[in-house]
């Protein structure tokens, strides 16, 4: 069969530029019984993540006395793909993705806090159009952060590489199964650390260099996305009812005064009920 | 079958606001209530938050290293490591969700969960038990008791041992996010105060986020409360709380359900 | 341990229950409210719907592959039909192959719209030795209980919406379509919850902790097409047929939302 042109004049197949993302939209706090949870919409992607933990770890004996054990599993419904449909069950490629998503979080995620504890972070894949690990690790991080998982970052992802010899980034389905070359890429935008990286195909070093300079501006404008999802929730919570916030009312008494935490959380709490402020922090 | 653990089912301790809108402690012993009600209504520092606003994990709060809670200090600058609300003025973060972690002197409120020779287990609401042993309380208690409880230690690996406990009798419980604790209880204690005057009820806020109402207006109590969880974030909600007891309950323990 | 919990929120229940009451204050033959159906949400699928069914969600996508036939009905098309309770539904969810709640769970689903014919099966036949297979994947994704009846019903709106793919030359052509599945009819089940010897339709999670016994009917706007008795108790044969006249009614209030 002849390989299809994925690029034309410039434009990719559906319209897009080079450096062009597909629309993405994200919504924190979707599922009732999960401690945290976030839908993400990404191009034709559809992902849902859910988060439950700290809660105990089981089996037993997989508990760290440490930390929290972080782990992700990734799965796609049988019903996502347009073409026939999937196997029920788990995949291998299921298990790979599952294990390099479990990487990432075990770096960000604070888990010093929870010693002897699992999070368990879901991922389903309800849609699938390419790019759906990095979709649903985008998903992942903002429930975590919606369940109120202590992390370093929220961190996003974005795939790059080539097609039809030109670098591209952020393909659909299509771009993946004709393209040369896919690099799923996720990353802390805070250091710009790089903490998952995938490759396939044949590519110099120079390309590479450029797709990953492209992944990165593709991933501050995710970036972005995640931060307005979480901070929505707040703003929506207002809506209902309530008064918007940080009005500065000096009128006011004494009780429009949220209430710091109390809890510690640093390790070997001996803490009374006050701040310590100078508590010592995890230098990262 | 009681006391037997279903391997690998169900996170232990937090759920959100609305699991039971009640469910009747068994007992005999009245605890003494009102010194436990003072002892809950402590703690839990209040901070004027005129300025708040919400962060996310990896935002930045300040250039300068400032050490507090649920942030952390990277190459000289301070970092949250959680969605909260910071006040840059007063240099407060404080976690919008989260779980219950113990703390010394923590007033919680636990289910016996285990019976065991030296002591009981039970369930603080927290992804850690906690340990009641038998050489700290001259009450017996039985499986399923409700028992208010103080936090008398927790070591490096958040082994957790409880003390000066009494079984709670009659009343409901009320479960919510243990970062909104804080703002049930108000500056001192004026919140809780505010609806134990409208309602009669007698009520005991454990730090854990389950909250024990009994007699009064329990219903009405319940619905402040859980409006509270909802509304911690935002202003003016004192007024809010106070214009719902004046009104009087709305309905019967309304339901989650729809 | 985690079942001591359990047992009391059984008992608050049972003492609701006991004093006719529910604790989101519905009647007892009384459905959730916020009931609601989408559909072709999943647009890769043939066929798909999500249900909101108060604080339950499921989500179903229908696939259609060609394959052979079963022996003895040469002339039929395949319907298959399996149920995934996602761990992320809920925290008694574990990971791993569909444990025997989730296989009874297709199962009744699966009878309901087989035995009601609502897909011809016929029309299904292509040529000699193929047929068009109709793969039904439901997906909980939020558990509050009750999912049999919320699964049944994003069924049958997924199928009310189904495409049937393009084949041409021996190829399935997905993304292109021929026509819409032929739907006879619309079938819903309706479950009711027995706690004590009080008998509620539509149970909450905690309600089905609750339960002593359970009863599943399917039914068209005519007939019963399938029922399913599940938990450890029994029913009276004159509660059984009560609760047919009962499956009817709320039956047609879903119909009304298909």
């Known amino acids: 069969m002849e390989k299809p042109k994925l690029v034309i004049d410039g434009k990719r197949i559906d319209g897009r530029g ?31 993540a859910a988060v439950y933990g700290p809660r105990e770890c089981i089996p037993k004996h997989d508990a760290n006395p440490y930390r929290a054990l972080v782990r992700c599993t990734y799965r796609m419904s049988p019903f996502c793909s347009i073409e026939e449909h999937g196997k029920r069950g788990p995949s291998r490629r299921g298990t790979e993705i599952s294990k390099i998503i479990s990487e990432v979080f075990e770096n960000v995620v604070l888990a010093e806090y929870f010693p002897k504890t699992a999070i368990d972070v879901f991922i389903e894949i309800l849609q699938a159009d390419g790019g759906t690990r990095v979709a649903g690790l985008t998903a992942a991080a903002v429930a975590l952060a919606d369940a109120g998982i202590p992390m370093k970052d929220l961190v996003c992802g974005v795939a790059g590489g080539k097609i039809d010899g030109q670098l591209a980034i952020d393909f659909g389905k299509y771009e993946d199964n004709f393209g040369e070359s896919d690099i799923p890429m996720a990353v802390s935008p805070r250091t710009g650390e790089i903490l998952l990286f995938q ?19 593709a991933i501050k404008k995710v970036h972005a996305l995640q931060v307005e999802a979480l901070k929505e929730r707040y703003i929506e919570k207002e809506k209902s009812g309530a008064v918007p916030p940080a009005q500065e009312s000096a009128e006011e008494e004494d009780a429009e005064d949220v209430p710091a935490q109390a809890a510690n959380p640093a390790p070997a709490a001996n803490s009374t009920n006050e701040e310590v402020p100078n508590e010592t922090q995890a230098e990262v | 079958m009681f006391g037997e653990k279903r391997f690998g089912k169900e996170r232990f301790g937090k ?25 809950a209504g402590k703690g839990g520092e209040h901070v004027s938050m005129h300025d708040a606003h919400v962060v996310v994990p990896g935002e930045l709060l300040s250039e300068s290293p400032r050490p507090m809670p649920f942030a952390f200090i990277d190459r000289g600058k301070t970092y949250s490591s959680v969605m909260g609300l910071y006040d840059k003025t007063s240099g407060k973060l404080v976690p919008l ?72 009798e009659g009343g409901e419980i009320v479960e919510i996010n243990s970062v909104k604790v804080p703002r049930v209880i108000g500056k001192n204690s004026s919140m809780i105060n505010t609806i134990q005057n409208a309602t009669k009820s007698e009520i005991i806020v454990g730090k854990n986020g389950r909250i024990w109402i009994r007699g009064g207006d329990s219903a009405l109590a319940i619905e402040a409360i859980l409006k509270i969880e909802r509304e911690a974030h935002t202003r003016g909600l004192t007024d809010r709380i106070s214009m719902l007891l004046k009104s009087g309950s709305a309905g019967s323990a309304k339901g989650s359900g729809i | 341990m985690v079942s001591i919990l359990d047992e009391v929120k059984k008992e608050y229940i049972r003492d609701l229950v006991a004093k006719g009451r529910r604790a989101d204050g519905r009647q007892f033959d009384e459905l959730r409210k916020a009931i609601s159906v989408e559909r072709s949400i999943i647009p890769n699928a043939e066929g798909s719907a999500r ?10 996508g ?43 769970l297709a199962r009744v689903v699966d009878r309901g719209i087989r035995s009601s014919n609502v897909i011809d099966l016929k029309s299904l036949f292509i040529e000699e030795n193929k047929v068009w297979n109709v793969f039904v994947d439901i997906y909980v994704l939020d558990h509050d209980g009750n999912l049999i009846d919320a699964s049944a019903l994003a069924a049958m709106a997924a199928l009310q919406c189904t495409r049937i ?39 909450t999670s905690d309600e089905e902790l609750a339960m002593d016994a359970r009863l599943t009917i399917s039914t068209t706007p005519t007939h019963v097409c399938a029922m399913q008795k599940g938990a450890p108790g029994g029913f009276t044969k004159d509660e059984l047929l009560n609760l047919i006249d009962k499956a009817f009614e709320k039956g047609n209030e879903l119909r009304a939302l298909l």
């Open chain 1, 199 to 217: 490759m396939d195909g044949l590519l110099t070093k120079e390309e590479i260099s450029r797709i990953i300079d492209m992944g990165f501006a």
């Open chain 1, 18 to 48: 080079m450096e062009d993302l597909r629309p993405i939209k994200i919504k924190a706090g979707v599922l009732d019984k999960a401690d945290g949870s976030a839908y993400v919409e990404w191009g034709n992607n559809k992902v849902m």
């Open chain 2, 15 to 39: 759920e959100r606001g609305g699991f039971a809108r009640g469910f009747k402690p068994r007992g005999q012993r009245q605890p003494e209530i009102g010194r436990l009600q003072r002892e």
């Open chain 3, 62 to 104: 229908i696939k259609m592959g060609v394959g052979a036939p079963f022996p003895d009905r040469p002339d039929e098309g395949v319907l298959s039909t399996n149920a995934e309770l996602l761990p992320l539904a809920s925290p008694v969810f574990e990971m791993g192959p569909p444990d025997a709640n989730s296989i009874e």
């Open chain 3, 165 to 203: 793919p393009k084949y041409e030359n021996g190829n399935i052509v997905y993304g292109e379509y021929s026509g819409n599945l032929n739907v006879t009819t619309k079938c819903v089940a309706t479950t009711f919850a027995k706690i004590g010897s009080n008998i509620l339709v539509d149970p």
């Open chain 2, 97 to 168: 969700e989260g779980c219950y972690l113990p703390n010394l002197d923590d007033i919680v409120i636990g289910i016996v969960t285990e019976v065991k020779f030296s002591g009981y287990t039970l369930n603080i609401k927290s992804p850690y038990e906690g340990f009641l042993s038998a050489k700290d309380t001259r009450e017996e208690f039985k499986l399923g008791d409700v028992v208010v409880a103080r936090v008398k230690d927790v070591d490096e690996v958040k082994n957790v041992d409880l003390t000066d406990a009494s079984r709670l």
């Open chain 3, 51 to 60: 249900v909101h069914w108060g604080k339950t969600q499921v989500l179903v």
